[in-house]
């Protein structure tokens, strides 16, 4: 295997499969089977998923809520999805922990690296929900901060598409995919990988990522096995 111990990153809209909004039942079995192959496989896994299938703090705040207030509901929504694969998780047969920045009891205890670090020695598969638990920042900065606290070997940002552009590929068909980046090339060519926090947190930390289509069956296993599917982005 290329790696030993992974954080996951997916997007609250990818659960939504199909639908306008919520959860996909589809999608989310899909998900859980991935991940038990990885598994079994012998790899660490740790999930970190947004919640902007349920709610979107910004959205919120722009419509004249307290932004604060708002990046909560968020945090809580990225609970809801947590929970939702973590039940999908153990209907596969997998053994789970249940993490949050956000304790609440009697749902999930709150993240720590030195329990997180125990459940994945243990085999199980940690998902962390709760975002970092502080309002202004995005899953994408929580997920690299989980990473960098559990001594992950790399983030997979699971994505619709499959690798990093020149220009998003959903929109202008001429744009060509990077099988590799720096850090450097990436901010210089202002693509959207993470945002700049998260970005910081993983550069400062010689922290790959390895962005790839979490949509086709079977695309994790490949990944965590080595195989050159997506777009690395590194110190290097």
């Known amino acids: 295997m290329k790696y030993h111990r992974v954080l996951l990153k997916l997007s609250g809209e990818s659960l939504m499969g199909s639908q306008n909004y919520g959860i996909s039942p589809a999608m989310l079995e899909q998900y859980a089977r991935d991940i038990k192959q990885a598994v079994e496989s012998g790899v660490e ?25 708002g990046d909560y509901m968020g945090m809580l929504a990225t609970l809801i999805n947590s929970m939702a694969l973590q039940a999908e998780l153990e209907k596969q047969g997998l053994r789970t922990e249940l993490l949050s920045g956000l304790a609440i009891e009697p749902i999930c205890k709150e993240m720590s690296r030195r329990r997180a670090i125990k459940a994945l020695r243990e085999g199980k598969v940690v998902v962390i929900g709760g975002g970092s638990g502080n309002p202004f920042f995005t899953t994408d900065t929580a997920s690299a901060l989980r990473a960098v ?61 390895y962005v790839f289509d979490m949509n086709k069956p ?19």
């Open 45 to 69: 896994v740790a999930v970190v998923i947004g919640g902007g299938n349920i709610f979107r703090g910004l959205s919120g705040a722009a419509k004249g809520m307290d932004r604060v207030q």
């Open 218 to 236: 079977g695309n994790l296993l490949r990944v965590v096995s080595g195989e050159n599917i997506g777009t690395e982005v590194s110190g290097e």
């Open 149 to 209: 606290e559990i001594q992950a070997d790399a983030i997979l940002k699971g994505t619709r598409v499959d690798g990093v552009y020149t220009a998003d590929p959903e929109k202008d068909p001429t744009a060509t995919k990077f099988d590799t980046l720096t850090f450097k090339e990436a901010l210089a060519r202002r693509l959207k990988v993470m945002d700049l926090t998260a970005f910081a947190l993983c550069e400062e930390n010689n922290l790959p990522i």
